[in-house]
């Protein structure tokens, strides 16, 4: 099964992903979400497997930086203007939408 994940190429924790995922022999193409992502295509399918609570990184300076207006806005044009906001990483495999680093996708996905 391929995987491919989404995310910046400055971002430690998609550098870690990198890493663990091709230590346990799952190597993942990177894509960059700034750059080389069409979120256009992409944002529908995450936002539907995930939702917006689990998209969006309510942590981040952009998030702190925007209008209520613009935080209560539609989610997927949000995230097309803004896609640092997007939580990272973002790996997709068989279908599946993961979101994030923590246990429960790295049990998914290395064990």
């Known amino acids: ?6 995310g910046l190429k400055n971002c430690d924790t998609c550098k870690k992903a990198l890493k663990a ?5 799952r190597p993942a193409e ?8 069409d979120l256009s295509i992409l944002l ?4 539907s497997q995930a939702g917006p609570d689990v998209l969006i990184n ?3 300076t952009t998030w702190r930086n925007l209008t209520d207006g613009e935080r209560s806005g539609d989610a997927q044009a ?5 896609p640092t906001l997007i939580k990272r990483p973002v790996i ?3 279908g599946e939408v993961y979101i994030g680093w923590g246990k429960n996708v790295q ?3 290395i064990s």
């Open 58 to 60: 309510r942590r981040s």
């Open 44 to 47: 529908p399918t995450w936002l």
């Open 78 to 82: 949000l995230l097309m203007a803004h």
């Open 107 to 109: 049990a998914s996905l």
């Open 92 to 94: 997709e495999a068989a």
């Open 1 to 6: 099964m391929s995987l491919t994940l989404y």
């Open 21 to 25: 995922l091709e230590a346990a022999g």
């Open 30 to 37: 990177f894509v960059d979400i700034r750059t080389e992502a």
